[in-house]
């Protein structure tokens, strides 16, 4: 079993709890400050700073947080999982097709996976449109480079409504296995959208599972021309992911859009306590079966919705 450990200050962890909101769990042990679990992960986090991550997918949860401008002091990861299907070194200079997926942590809204084409000969052109890590550019940057890049780079967008998200969901099927199976989909259209699959040297997914999960979950099989690679972050290595992801951002955020127009309400992303607050207001505005037609229902929020109403009605 692989574990990471982060050391991280009180209000680093505060915010990390909001993320984990609906995946709280009631059993916190001494000293701990909570215990979520995902899929793949446990999170124990202690009073003392320290957060655990247990589980196959350790590494790559505790990634989320080890970025950007965050306060870390310490880092250590024991027992790193290295897999067979990590990129070559030099796999930023190649013809690749990258893919990545938004909207799977947040409450209201799609699920939207995007697979993006990006040869060499282009690397410099989408590099010049700004492409660059979509974790560091404001929503206003993605919705303009994004319609930049829906010109200029063969890609397949695939849109995951609620609907069916959670009719899905409740035949029991896992949000990992969604994801691969729309991964899948989204660069097998890339595929067939471009001249030949010999102008493809890679196809890189930024990786939400184990690959061995991947190939089950797609039954697929490994080791097919052209190669396919995982690994987390997987944005800064190719611009291809970067692609994606700004893609599918952008087309997470018109989504977002219409689904506020359609109810009359701004809808939050996220599934914090203010994701809660909108939900309740849905429900008291159009009733509980609408809430599900623009929310993954599954999720805590639905329940922490219904008590909000229910406080309110009783107020
Ligand atoms: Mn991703």
Redesign the pocket.
């Known amino acids: 079993m692989s574990h990471a450990v982060l050391k991280l200050d009180k209000a680093q962890l505060n915010k990390i709890k909001i993320e984990y909101h609906p995946y709280i769990q009631s059993n916190v042990p001494q000293g701990g400050l909570f215990v979520a679990k995902v899929e793949g992960c446990t999170i124990t986090a202690y009073k003392s700073g320290k957060i655990l991550f247990q589980g196959p997918a350790a590494e790559q949860e505790s990634s989320r947080w080890s970025e950007g401008e965050t306060v870390l002091k310490t880092k250590e990861v024991k027992g790193r999982k290295k897999h067979a299907y990590l990129p070559p070194e030099q796999v930023g200079s190649k013809s690749m097709i990258g893919s990545?997926?938004v909207g799977t942590g947040d409450f209201f809204g799609p699920i939207t996976v995007v697979a993006a084409f990006v040869s060499k000969e282009q690397l410099p052109l989408v590099k010049e449109l700004g492409v660059k890590d979509s974790k560091l550019l404001k929503d206003p940057q993605i919705i303009e480079i994004a319609k930049d890049l829906i010109q200029s780079i063969p890609y397949s967008l695939l849109v995951l409504d609620n609907p069916k998200y959670n009719e899905l969901q409740s035949k029991g099927m896992s949000q990992g296995k969604m994801k691969a199976k729309l991964h899948q989909k989204a660069i097998s259209n890339v595929l067939e959208k471009i001249s030949g699959p010999d102008t493809v040297e890679g196809i890189l997914i930024?990786q939400?599972c184990e690959p061995d999960i991947y190939f089950r979950h797609t039954n697929s099989q490994p080791g097919t021309n052209p190669p396919i690679y995982f690994e987390t972050k997987a944005e800064a290595l190719h611009l291809s992911v970067a692609a994606a992801?700004i893609i599918a951002r952008y087309a997470f955020l018109k989504k977002m859009d219409d689904l506020s127009d359609s109810v009359g309400l701004p809808l939050p992303k996220g599934a914090g306590p203010h994701v809660d607050e909108a939900a309740a207001k849905v429900i008291f505005k159009h009733g509980v079966d609408v809430l599900k037609k623009v929310s993954k229902t599954h999720f805590a929020n639905t329940q922490k919705a219904l008590k909000l109403v229910q406080q309110k009605r009783k107020g």
């Open positions: 990545d997926e930024d939400f992801s």
